[in-house]
């Protein structure tokens, strides 16, 4: 059980990357921000349950890359705009909800 549920929170974590590059490179324009819930909840099960270090270190690397992205943009509206940031990081899926 305890492998799955690292695969998981792998492949929880690369979503965010994978809709970083689509949306930056301008591929497909979507609402990233409803994605971040994903890479920080991925990264936590990543950090708890995987043994290999290597993996702990470039998965949050690269979700911490993109989430400072996310939030240098949201702070050009303002310093509200870290208080959205960590709205969309903790709630999943923000703008629908609320």
């Known amino acids: 059980m305890r492998k799955?549920?690292?695969y998981i929170g792998i492949i929880m974590s690369l979503i965010l990357p994978i809709a970083g590059l689509i949306y930056f490179t301008?591929?497909?324009d979507f609402n990233l921000y409803n994605w971040l819930w994903c890479g920080f909840y991925g990264c936590i099960i990543v950090c708890l349950l995987c043994k290999k270090k290597i993996y702990k270190y470039v998965i949050a690397a690269i979700n911490a890359l993109v989430l400072l992205f996310c939030?240098?943009?949201a702070l050009m509206g303002g310093i509200n705009g870290?208080?959205?940031i960590l709205h969309f990081i903790w709630i999943p899926f923000y703008s629908y909800i609320f």
Do not use: D, N, P, T
């Open 4 to 6: 799955i549920v690292q």
């Open 82 to 84: 870290l208080w959205i």
């Open 26 to 28: 301008g591929m497909y």
């Open 71 to 73: 939030a240098f943009g």
